[in-house]
Each structure stands twice: as structure tokens, then as C-alpha cells.
């Protein structure tokens, strides 16, 4: 591939198990090492994801904002159209996309669609290779698939690792946990500690303090307070007044997952990274195994052949990461590009 400096480099293919850089040297086994011919990223995987990996890597963008790498976009036609994550992009930061070539481009934002989480970009045309589309029906647990890296220099390699379905919708939370002694009588519910990776705590709420009100909702029980706040989605905002002492003082949360605030106390949780800001709430998903980070959502996830199966949508925990099939992410495109035609005449 070409770098941004405009030199050569190669593709590098990277193995779900023991991740490493592929050199074209030959490996030097040690007597505890798996000979090199029989690893995941050995030269037979290597060969048999050539076409595919360049493949992906023509069709793949890096998308920034302020500079940093937020996500991957995906080339879905000759005319510059470009399918990413909508919830990694902020409304109000510039955005800036990094080209195959390494080209520096600056595409505009035409529609988003909350459902999926998809947002469609353009860029001028002739940037990047459009997909080759391929049938996620066809696909069954154990298949090879394979899916660039948030710096789109490198591929992964995984396999599908799980059955094709939804993945239902999952409330926000405060990251508080509460005293068990409420008065339903008396406004408020007493805060009694945080989880590991509060949003509230982040915010200066603390031990003590009373929740009075929910957007404008009074608050009396831990019920209450839990019925409020389930009405809510992961990353929404949402208004909160507590009483400290005698002062009424209001917050704006964002909420978070569960699992981001309170499984964080799992070992396992805090070596598997960060996830996905959304992560749950798709209607239908395949799911694999490629340790994607969520920069690189967005992204296209391809076959064996090159072709487009899915669209990297979200990195859910440790084993796993969701991507959308090519049918419901093509169909969403349509959509989006009808809605953003409409809309300029």
C-alpha cells in the first residue's frame, strides 16, 4: 500500500490468536512456539486472504475529528457515497477522512440513521474502490472473515463465531448505587456509592447526595429513579437535580452501559479495552471474533473472496464484535442517499 509520505509499504495481515506483524523473512521457532506453517497468521492464512485483505483495503477510509482517528468508512459506490458508525462521529467537531491512497479529503455528512447507527458520507468520486457486495446468507458459524484495523493498514482474521440475530436494546444507567432505606413519602433517593466508571460520579455528584428529580419527573423511590432513567438509551443526556444539604444543584449525565460502569470490577472486562459507545439496540447483527478496536467500526468486514459481507458496527466485549449485514446496511444506504437527494431539490 501506499503510506501517507507517499512510500510503499505492504499490507500487513494480522491473527485473532497471537496477533503479530507477518514478515516476509522467515520466522525463528523457539521449542515452546507453534511452527510458523501452522498459525493463524502463517503463510497459508496469509495467501488465502490476499485478494481479500486488498480488497478491503481499497475500499476502507480512516475517518478523524480534531485529528484523531474515530472510525473507518466503507466505499459503497462510484459516486463517493461512504457508509461509517454515526454515534463515533461528534455533531459539532470538523471531520476529515484519510483515502486508501493517503490522500487527506474533507466529506460532508448527508444522513444518519439512529436505528443502525449508520451515518452516510460523500467524498469526490474516484477516491476509492466501491465494495464488491457479498450474501451474508450465505454465511455460517466458523466461516473466515476479515476486517482492517482502525489505522487501515492492517488486516485481521477471525472466524463468524456465533448465530445471525438481534441484539435487543439495552437502557443507560447513572453508575449509582442506592440507599435501601427510601421513604416513598419524602422527595429523593439517597446516592450510597458509584460504580468503577460512573458517569454521574464524573460529573461531581457524590455519596450523600439526594436525586429529586429526573428531566422533570420528581423522584421518591429507588423504583422511581430506575423507571426514569430505563427510558433512556446509552450516550443520551439526561437531566438530573439532586439536594446537597440545603442546595439544589443540576446535572447533565450521560448515561452509559452496565457493563462499561459496573463490569469494569471484572478482570477480564478491564484486559478486553474499551468498547463501542453503542453496543446493543441493532435488529440484525453477525457476530465474530476479530479483537477490532472501535476506532475501526465502520469498516467493511469481507470473505474469503473480497467481498463485502457486513459493516463493522460495534465492539461489544472482549470475544466479541457486531457488524451489520451487507443486505441491511445496503438497503439503509439507499435510504439515506433518496432521503439526502430529497432534500436538495
Known sequence: MITKGGTLKPLILAGVIGICVVHSSPAQNSPDELPSNLRLNGAETVRAFGAGGE???????????????????????PEGHLLTKSSELEPDAP?????PSGEKLQPIILGRDPANDLALLKIPPGKAVPVD???P?????????????????????????????????????????????????ELGVAIDGFGPNSPAQK?????????????DKDIKS?????????????MDDVDIKILRGEEGIPFTVTLNYKSN????????????????????????????????????MGGPLVNLQGQTIGINIARADRVTTFALPATLANRVAGQLKSAADKASQ
Open 133 to 135: 457486495w457479498g450474501n
Open 222 to 234: 429507588r423504583r422511581e429513579l430506575a423507571d426514569a432513567i430505563s427510558q433512556f438509551d446509552p
Open 261 to 296: 460502569v459496573f463490569d469494569m470490577l471484572d478482570r477480564n472486562q478491564r484486559m478486553s479495552g474499551k468498547t463501542s459507545r453503542r453496543k446493543a439496540g441493532f435488529s440484525d447483527v453477525l457476530q465474530h471474533e476479530l479483537p477490532l478496536t472501535p476506532q475501526a
Open 203 to 215: 460529573k461531581g455528584m457524590q455519596s450523600g447526595d439526594l436525586i429529586i428529580r429526573v428531566q
Open 137 to 185: 446468507d450465505l454465511l455460517i458459524q466458523g466461516n473466515w472473515v476479515a476486517a482492517m484495523t482502525y489505522t487501515a493498514d492492517s488486516l485481521m482474521i477471525g472466524v463468524i463465531s456465533a448465530t445471525r440475530r438481534e441484539i435487543k436494546r439495552r437502557p443507560g444507567v447513572l453508575g449509582v448505587t442506592l440507599d435501601p432505606n427510601d421513604d416513598p413519602d
Open 95 to 99: 471531520l476529515s477522512a484519510v483515502s
Open 55 to 77: 480488497a478491503a483495503r481499497l475500499s476502507t477510509l480512516t475517518i478523524l475529528q480534531d485529528g484523531k482517528n474515530v472510525a473507518l468508512a466503507t466505499a459503497i459506490d
